[in-house]
């Protein structure tokens, strides 16, 4: 049962990852929406918030269908009215690749998933947040090096989105915070470096404690 006294957190790529761990330390203080396309993974999500005492929505669906998207906002309202929080870690990693190599399926993808989910994206869910409510988003430096064509450069591209929403709503809200994770051992990561020692690497569980004071904070 949904405890309706907890503020509503939306997290978009809650099945794994980043998202997985947000979603999950959240779930003690918000009731968290869910969103991803991997039902399984937003199924063993749900089992550990229940497992914990809290609540979850779960949206199974795409952030790149718009119409999905609408609606799922417009139900968000209906059912709660606007939102505190807003988590966005939905991401394609495609394979790297030289410059003169990129695959047009790949290209257009990663294009889909990083940049042009955001030009529906920010605009409903803007709606749905609080003025005084939070929008969370995560950098990361690999645009413009050797073989991140695909990824690199729609990531910029949407940081580059992000930072003039972030600009715009300084004096109005809803806050948009940026943050920069540490290196993780997740599954985007392993296709990036596949041979690489992740002994070293943070879990996204631990980067989702130390990140989740920066993004809650007034």
């Not at 939905?90 to 990083?114: C, F, G, Q, R």
Request: a negative charge; charged letters at 20%.
């Amino acid at each position: 049962m949904t405890d309706t006294s907890r503020p509503i957190a939306l997290v978009t790529g809650a099945s794994r990852g980043l998202g997985f761990a947000l979603a999950e330390a959240l779930a003690p203080t918000h009731h968290v929406v869910a969103v991803a396309r991997t039902v399984g993974g937003l199924e063993d999500l749900d089992d550990r918030i229940q497992a914990h005492g809290g609540s979850a929505t779960l949206a199974p669906m795409d952030v790149t269908n718009a119409d999905a998207m609408a609606q799922l906002c417009r139900s968000t309202h209906d059912r709660w009215g606007q939102i505190a929080l807003w988590v966005h870690t939905s991401i394609h990693a495609a394979p790297l690749t030289p410059a003169s190599h990129m695959d047009p399926k790949d290209w257009k993808k990663s294009l889909s998933i990083n940049l042009d989910a955001m030009s529906h994206l920010i605009p409903y869910v803007s709606a749905l947040l609080k003025p005084d409510g939070v929008a969370a988003f995560f950098d990361d430096g690999h645009a413009g090096e050797k073989f991140f064509g695909h990824y690199g450069t729609t990531k910029a591209a949407q940081m580059a989105l992000v930072r003039s929403w972030q600009a715009e709503t300084e004096s109005t809200g809803p806050k948009v915070r940026i943050l920069s994770p540490k290196p993780m051992a997740t599954a985007l990561r392993a296709r990036f470096f596949p041979g690489e020692d992740r002994a070293p690497l943070a879990s996204p569980k631990d980067e989702a404690a130390r990140l989740l004071p920066e993004i809650l904070s007034d």
